[in-house]
């Protein structure tokens, strides 16, 4: 097994290998947000004739200190789409998720008033006459 696949952390920033033109960097913060490679490129493009020194710089100095991602990781698609998410909206992903527990503890909580009610009893003994 690679070493660098036991490294990856999907909510960390890498640099894509396989949709490359200057080293992966736009494409690689494209698939970290979940948005277009080509927007990416685009807009650095557009802030190299806005900003031209510090865009030249910050681009080196991703492509010093950003990593390839691993090749022969695999990452299921709601996984990935979780992490954008998480990337894109914190606050709104964190809302999603408490809202998920929160409908889960809800039908627990039911399950459980049944499971120990009479009615269960009850339903359970028609049940064994049934057999």
């Known amino acids: 097994m690679n070493t660098d ?56 100095a991703a492509l010093i200190l950003l990593k390839y991602q691993p090749e022969d ?5 709601e996984e990935t789409e979780f992490w954008q998410s998480v990337h894109r909206s914190p606050a709104g992903t964190m809302d999603t998720i408490r809202h998920r527990f929160s409908t889960m503890e809800t039908r627990m909580r039911n399950l459980e008033a049944y499971l120990t009610s009479r009615k269960y ?10 057999d």
């Open 73 to 77: 990781i695999v990452v299921e698609p």
């Open 121 to 130: 009893k009850l339903d359970r003994a028609f049940d064994k006459l049934q």
């Open 5 to 60: 696949t036991k490294k990856y952390n999907p909510s960390k920033l890498y640099r894509d290998r396989d949709h490359r033109i200057l080293g992966g960097v736009c494409s690689g913060i494209g698939k970290f947000f979940g948005v277009s490679r080509h927007a990416v490129r685009f807009l650095v493009v557009v802030s190299l004739f806005m900003f031209t020194l510090p865009t030249v710089i910050g681009y080196f």
